[in-house]
């Protein structure tokens, strides 16, 4: 990890953003969740995509550069918005086909990609229960690529969620998604996490790099994973932040550490 890992709190969270900005290309049209993926958006229209379209839950839709928001709905991220819309609206853009990227955080993934962020345990009972969809179900279900970003643990891995609040590739079964009438070609396509990062193949979570550099061993990902993962034969390093993402995310994107860390700041 470069000598500016700790400019945004920890070097695993640089690396979660950075690895994931690089996933974002110059035309998409990305629906975006507040936090680490506005993080990694932001870094991505600062560097190779300065065409990205960034669309929020609430309606707000941009085309150019804006300041990093505490939420999703705030004045900065309204002020000279190419357009304010609402929930129903963007949620017919993605059913259309217009979304191309859905970025989303998760409380629970499992092996085929179907997120939880409603309850942990019973429903009724739950040991945890989180704020729940909010937009996260349409995009899951209409965008044509979703990328989740989370910290790892085996709790937050298990082989089956509690409770899916956004569907993946549901029971990993061929066709599973068209079945139950969602459009065909979308779909979880990435995971990235403080350990490494994750593509999918016939509907199901692979190891595609570990962050090295940072410490992490494959032994590491293994033991914070609820079932026998798959790892890609071609297995790499991740490549770590370079200086100038590092200077851009520090200076640009965040210059107040709003998220230090990946987490809001309290100011």
């Not at 400019?7 to 900005?21: F, I, R």
């Not at 979570?205 to 914070?224: C, D, R, Y």
Request: hydrophobic fraction near 35%.
């Amino acid at each position: 990890m470069n000598s500016d890992g700790d400019a945004l709190g920890n070097s695993d969270t640089n690396q979660m953003v950075v690895s994931a900005a690089r996933l974002i290309r110059d035309d998409d049209v990305c629906y975006v969740g507040v936090g680490l993926p506005t993080l990694a958006c932001l870094l991505a229209k600062h560097t190779h995509a300065p065409n990205l379209t960034v669309l929020t839950e609430n309606g707000v839709v941009r085309t150019g550069l804006f300041p990093l928001p505490r939420a999703t709905d705030t004045l900065s991220m309204q002020t000279l918005a190419d357009q304010l819309s609402g929930l129903f609206y963007v949620s017919c853009l993605g059913q259309a086909g217009f979304v191309t990227i859905g970025f989303l955080g998760a409380g629970q993934i499992d092996r085929f990609g179907n997120a939880n962020d409603t309850a942990a345990g019973d429903y009724l009972q739950p040991t945890h229960r989180w704020p729940g969809s909010g937009g996260g179900n349409d995009v899951a279900s209409f965008c044509q690529r979703t990328i989740y970003i989370l910290r790892q643990s085996k709790r937050r891995f298990p082989e089956h969620v509690d409770f899916i609040t956004c569907p993946g590739y549901l029971d990993g079964r061929p066709g599973r998604r068209e079945q139950l009438g969602l459009r065909a070609g979308t779909g979880p396509t990435a995971v990235i996490t403080n350990l490494g990062v994750y593509g999918f193949e016939d509907g199901e979570i692979v190891l595609k790099s570990i962050h090295a550099q940072a410490g992490v061993t494959l032994a590491q990902v293994k033991a914070e994973v609820g079932w026998d993962l798959k790892v890609s034969p071609d297995l790499c390093e991740t490549e770590p932040p370079r200086d100038e993402e590092m200077r851009i995310l520090r200076e640009q994107v965040d210059p107040a550490g709003l998220w230090a860390g990946g987490r809001r700041a309290r100011m």
